[in-house]
């Protein structure tokens, strides 16, 4: 499968946002090179994640910069969630918009890596959290979908930025 190149970001309400990305089967030359330039785009949209969804492309991939970190992760499944937290989160699709979502503190996913190998692993706190967001756009679940009771997802308001960054 060729994919395009330069990658776009698609912003809410693309229909591929919407559902459920086909796996991935083919873990060859060009999936890595679609990869590269995903991270390429994660870091210069300032994003923490970026699945392949948001960037046009029906595909259960997405890839993951955190603390110096990168990763990969294909076709994931959830296996096991435990403790809820409520945190602020936006997303690069919704771009300016913002609100406190419920998650899991820790979770344990299965997934394949670049190379097509079975990964099983737990991730805990911002991490979870970050695995969590990118793996429901994979079956076209946005974040406002998973507000905390009683929340909502608006505008960013400058005086909101202003608190996270001095937060």
Not at 32 to 57: D, F, T
Not at 60 to 67: D, N
Not at 72 to 79: A, E, Q, W
Not at 115 to 135: C, D, K, N, P, Y
Request: aromatic share 6%; net charge negative.
């Amino acid at each position: 499968m060729k994919f395009p190149s330069p990658l776009h970001l698609v912003t809410d309400p693309a229909p591929v946002l919407h559902h459920r990305a086909e796996r991935v089967r083919d873990f060859d030359s060009e999936l890595r090179s679609l990869v590269a330039e995903m991270y390429q785009r994660c870091v210069e949209w300032q994003g923490v994640g970026l699945a392949a969804p948001q960037v046009g492309l029906n595909l259960q991939l997405a890839v993951i910069v955190y603390e110096g970190q990168r990763f990969t992760i294909c076709n994931p499944v959830r296996l096991a969630g435990q403790g809820e937290v409520d945190a602020r989160e936006g997303c690069l699709s919704l771009p300016g918009r913002a609100g406190t979502v419920r998650r899991f503190e820790t979770t344990t996913v299965r997934y394949r890596n670049l190379q097509g190998r079975g990964v099983m692993r737990t991730f805990e706190g911002w991490l979870a959290r970050i695995v969590q967001h990118e793996s429901a756009h994979l079956v076209g679940v946005l974040c406002p979908e998973r507000l905390a009771p009683g929340a909502t997802f608006a505008e960013v308001t400058d005086e909101e930025d202003e608190e996270e960054l001095e937060g």
